[in-house]
């Protein structure tokens, strides 16, 4: 099992930034498609932001403008930057490393929370 480590959750106030982080091996890190979800609770799981290997970006239209995804590939880690936090960004976000083809691996992090207060 491939192990991917967040870390920069936290609590801020509405109009704040955070970033988080995800790292894992370079074996892996190098030839997978990353992404940020997060999961409300009473809710499901949503994408928020992704990155492939090659580092085609897309977001979902309620982090658009306001999130930054980015992968550094020499330290093996995915970075999400949040600015101008909403109390309904508030979620559990979690890592993914996916394969870059079909039917392959599909791993997750522990999830880091994220709390925004209005």
């Known amino acids: 099992q491939v192990q991917l480590v967040e870390s920069g959750g936290g609590l801020v106030q509405a109009g704040g930034s955070l970033r988080l982080s995800c790292a894992t091996r370079?074996?892996?890190?190098?030839?997978?498609?990353m992404g940020w979800y997060r999961q409300a609770p009473g809710k499901q799981r949503e994408l928020v932001a992704a990155?492939?290997?090659?580092?085609?970006?897309n977001y979902a239209d309620s982090v658009k403008g306001r999130f930054t995804i980015s992968r550094d590939n020499a330290k093996n880690t995915v970075y999400l930057q949040m600015n101008s936090l909403k109390p309904e960004d508030t979620a559990d976000y979690y890592c993914?490393?996916?394969?870059?083809?079909?039917?392959?691996?599909?791993?997750w992090g522990q999830g880091t929370q994220v709390t925004v207060s209005s």
């Open positions: 990155i492939t290997n090659i580092g085609n970006t």
């Open positions: 993914n490393a996916r394969s870059t083809w079909s039917k392959g691996y599909n791993y």
């Open positions: 370079a074996t892996i890190f190098s030839i997978s498609n």
